[in-house]
Nanobody, 124 residues
Framework: QVQLVESGGGLVQAGGSLRLSCAAS????????MGWYRQAPGKQRELVAA???????NYADSVKGRFTVSRDNAKNTVYLQMNNLKPEDTAVYYC??????????????????WGQGTQVTVSS
């Protein structure tokens, strides 16, 4: 059974930093991309940052220069270093594994997986 487990959320003052981690476990063969989305109250879920297995990154304009996404392919883990946090960064942050290939019995399957979400609250 594949799972994504997140950690590192919390409460921080504006200008502070947090680091999120997300580890994928199970009979995983490969993961095309891993990343982070967020959803604030009353808003749609949006992409924050993502990184491919080859190291190509993609960021939302609102976090460029402040957030850094990285990945440890050997550990199937993705990180999000968040610096200079702003109150508008407050949201539930979700880890995503895109096109995750896993094995069950004698077969391989591909699908996207999500973490359970971790709350990030930035006070002004």
């Amino acid at each position: 059974q594949v799972q994504l487990v997140e950690s590192g959320g919390g409460l921080v003052q504006a200008g502070g930093s947090l680091r999120l981690s997300c580890a994928a476990s199970g009979s995983i063969f490969s993961i095309a991309a891993m990343g982070w989305y967020r959803q604030a109250p009353g808003k749609q879920r949006e992409l924050v940052a993502a990184v491919t297995s080859g190291g190509t990154t993609n960021y939302a304009d609102s976090v460029k220069g402040r957030f850094t996404v990285s990945r440890d392919n050997a550990k199937n883990t993705v990180y999000l270093q968040m610096n200079n946090l702003k109150p508008e960064d407050t949201a539930v942050y979700y880890c995503n594994a895109d096109d995750l290939v896993y094995r069950r019995a004698s077969y391989y399957y591909t699908r996207d997986f999500w973490g359970q979400g971790t709350q990030v609250t930035v006070s002004s």
